[in-house]
């Protein structure tokens, strides 16, 4: 099995510096906090893995970038976290799954999952209708990715979409139950409610930790599809076919990276993780 080959994806050549531990950590990086819900995904999903994630605060948001900023803002990450000798890289950000991920398959030498694909498959199993909503930043939704996705696994669906640009800062703040954004959730996607989806595409990590919201305006009617509980299960299945599935009765690590507002990033995630996180270290990028 391709371990970087997802579904309607060409092949890739994978390459390793040296054989695939089953001892080392799985690595995750986002542009900030939002890849915090595909961490706590794959902790859920895998808790006998090591995990190491590192958030872009520096440089957020990557969903208004060209495509050429998010290429290289995505390979510096990439860059940093194979070299903590990682045995896959699970991107949790949508943008850079949408518009770079090819890029760092061909680059990394480690495995490399996005989470398009999963999200995808999904949402075209749970929606009953065939009608799916798909929210997500600029660049997400410029790229057309969940689209191309869904319309090659099920004809005749009806997909409607809309960039959420103002989410992602207000999950960065941690203003989960905020009335603002309630304010600004009802403002975008008010037109939703009038077009008989029944199924919703979280497709930016960061729109999980305002799901409450989400779903309070949507109603319990539509469900949400949330990327990062479909990219580790995926992980999950690939690990084990792989014989990647770590066995060692030795607790667990975690460490976490940022590049800016450490303080800021801390108190966030500690709130959405619910428990303190120990190892938090602000970092420079592109030095490697």
């Known amino acids: 099995m391709d371990f970087n080959r997802q579904e309607n994806e060409p092949p890739f050549t994978i390459r390793h510096s040296s054989p695939a531990n089953a001892d080392a950590p799985i690595g995750i990086f986002d542009s900030g906090v939002g890849g915090l819900t595909v961490f706590r995904a794959l902790e859920k999903r895998l808790p006998n893995e090591s995990l190491i994630y590192l958030g872009d605060t520096a440089r957020i948001p990557y969903g208004t970038r060209s495509k050429e900023t998010i290429e290289r803002y995505a390979l510096e990450d990439a860059a940093f976290i194979q070299a903590k000798n990682v045995k896959a890289i699970v991107i949790a950000c949508n943008t850079v799954s949408s518009v770079a991920a090819h890029r760092l398959r061909e680059a990394c030498e480690v495995p490399v999952l996005g989470v398009i694909g999963p999200g995808s498959r999904r949402a075209v199993q749970q929606s009953r209708n065939g009608r799916v909503g798909v929210i997500g930043t600029?660049?997400?939704?410029?790229?057309g990715a969940y689209e191309k996705a869904m319309m090659s696994l099920r004809d005749g669906?009806?997909?409607?979409?809309?960039?959420?640009?103002?989410?992602?800062?207000?999950?960065?703040e941690g203003w989960m139950e905020h009335p603002v954004t309630r304010q600004v959730a009802t403002e975008y996607l008010e037109d939703f409610r009038h077009t008989e989806i029944d199924t919703l595409v979280l497709g930016c990590t960061h729109y999980p930790i305002l799901k409450n919201v989400i779903q309070q305006v949507m109603g319990d009617a539509v469900s949400l599809i949330?990327?990062?509980?479909?990219?580790?299960?995926?992980?999950?299945?690939?690990?084990?076919?792989?014989?990647?599935?770590?066995?060692?009765?030795a607790p667990r690590s975690e460490q976490f990276y940022v590049t800016d507002s450490a303080r800021r990033f801390r108190k966030v995630a500690e709130y959405f993780l619910g428990r303190p996180i120990e190892s938090l270290e602000t970092i420079e990028l592109g030095q490697l």
């Open 226 to 249: 949330d990327s990062g509980e479909a990219v580790a299960d995926v992980v999950a299945e690939r690990l084990c076919a792989e014989g990647l599935m770590r066995q060692s009765a």
């Open 157 to 172: 669906l009806k997909i409607i979409s809309r960039a959420c640009p103002l989410l992602v800062p207000l999950a960065e």
């Open 138 to 143: 600029e660049a997400t939704i410029a790229s």
